[in-house]
């Protein structure tokens, strides 16, 4: 997550506009995802700009409380578009950009591939696929 912000930072964003989550946030979006508990990493990315972080991510919805609801719109999408992808009980969606475009972690209960594994599916994805840019190099893909 370090190599994360020092990224963020050196594309201009100041410290002072990151803007984490409280714990009772972090809290509820959990509870509304359905997940039992967050990779270490998200929480860190959430106390630290779980809120906001600048121009970081513009177009993009990763920011409490936008996060609240975005495993149900990805599950939505996914039926809308008669998708043949599907999410598992326990994942957790944790970005969704333009409203046809979604990421986040498969099966947050299965400890083997916790942070390595991130998905990425888009509005007429047949199957859920890996994440590119900086969602990959944020996490350690």
């Known amino acids: 997550m370090d190599k994360l912000f020092t990224s963020v930072v050196r594309n201009g964003v100041r410290e002072s506009e990151f803007h984490g989550c409280t714990d009772e946030e972090i809290d509820e979006i959990r509870l509304r995802q359905g997940v039992p508990s967050f990779p270490y990493d998200y929480i860190c990315y959430?106390?630290?700009?779980?809120?906001?972080?600048?121009?970081?991510?513009?177009?993009?919805?990763?920011?409490?409380?936008?996060?609240?609801?975005?495993?149900?719109?990805?599950?939505?999408?996914?039926?809308?578009?008669?998708s043949k992808a599907s999410l598992g009980v326990n994942s957790l969606v944790f970005q969704m950009h333009q409203g046809y475009e979604f990421a986040g972690f498969p099966d947050l209960?299965?400890?083997?591939?916790?942070?390595?594994?991130?998905?990425?599916?888009?509005?007429?994805?047949?199957?859920?696929?890996?994440p590119a840019g900086f969602i990959r190099d944020s996490v350690g893909n």
Not at 68 to 73: R, S
Not at 109 to 130: A, K, M, N, P, Y
């Open 46 to 82: 959430l106390r630290r700009i779980g809120r906001s972080a600048g121009r970081f991510q513009i177009g993009t919805d990763a920011y409490y409380p936008d996060v609240l609801d975005l495993k149900e719109a990805t599950i939505e999408l996914l039926k809308e578009n008669k």
């Open 109 to 130: 209960c299965d400890r083997t591939h916790l942070v390595r594994e991130v998905f990425h599916v888009c509005q007429e994805s047949e199957s859920i696929g890996r």
